[in-house]
């Protein structure tokens, strides 16, 4: 099966045919196991990734250790944003949440295919608004909104950009991205369940109501679906 086969990767698959076939050669799919490092703070970016299954989580690493998600992405984008700036190094950390898989270029090829590809550097100046967004929403429901809402809008998140209805994670791993105690989460994780809007089975969330969890989470999920939706139609 050749590269370009079942490609889901949205940035890759928006692109001119000339700017795709420049890009092709250098891409690399490879297998990205759970929890391991895409890009990490403060290092120089070895490698770029345009995700095509699994979710990756932007982290905020404070000097006390503690870990905070700012962002994710999955198939809808890609790791390196520093680079489409010019830059060198990460400001956050990125690493796999669910295992998946993705195109791998090294820094070096990326800067160049940049040069010479205007539509892949405005869709990935695109993608770097909507992250943005995301961090400046997710900052604000973490401040401002309870377990259970946080909670609901992260698994929404995540349904979007991994598809079905399961998602696997621990209880540890949640506390860690939402900045919670395990305890407010475990209680979270009841209060849905116990409202019907998901289930368990072998380490995994089942999602079971999505309209009842849509229902369940704060405005900050809307927000962010609308401000995307309105960039995508500018963007056409």
């Known amino acids: 099966m050749g590269k370009s086969a079942g490609l889901t990767n949205g940035i890759l698959r928006k692109l001119p045919r000339k700017e795709f076939k420049a890009i092709f050669p250098k891409l690399e799919l490879v297998q990205l196991p759970l929890h391991s490092i895409l890009n990490e703070e403060a290092k120089p970016i070895a490698y770029c990734y345009f995700l095509q299954c699994g979710l990756a989580s932007i982290l905020t690493i ?8 700012v962002g994710l992405t999955g198939a809808e984008g890609f790791v390196g944003l520093p680079l489409v ?4 190094t990460s400001a956050s950390r990125v690493i796999v949440q669910v295992a998946g898989c993705g195109f791998r270029i090294s820094a070096a090829n990326m800067t160049a295919a940049l040069s ?4 892949l550097r405005r869709r990935l100046n695109q ?3 909507d992250v943005t967004v995301q961090s400046s929403q ?6 401002l909104h309870n ?3 946080r909670l609901a809008r992260w698994l929404l998140m995540s349904q979007d950009r991994l598809g079905g209805n399961e998602i ?12 919670m105690r395990r305890a407010s989460v475990n209680v979270a994780l009841g209060n849905l369940q116990k409202a019907r809007l998901i289930g368990f089975a072998r380490g995994a969330v089942l999602i079971q109501d999505r309209s009842g969890l849509e229902a369940a989470t704060c ?3 809307a927000s962010i679906i609308q401000h995307q939706e309105r960039w995508q139609k500018e963007s056409r």
């Open 116 to 119: 010479k590809s205007p539509v």
């Open 168 to 179: 696997r994670l621990t209880q540890e791993f949640l506390a860690h991205m939402l900045g």
């Open 138 to 143: 997710i900052a604000a429901c973490n401040r």
């Open 127 to 129: 993608f770097a608004q």
């Open 147 to 149: 377990a259970d809402q």
């Open 62 to 69: 404070l000097k006390s250790g503690k870990i905070v998600e």
């Open 85 to 88: 700036a010019g830059l060198k």
């Open 219 to 221: 405005e900050c999920y």
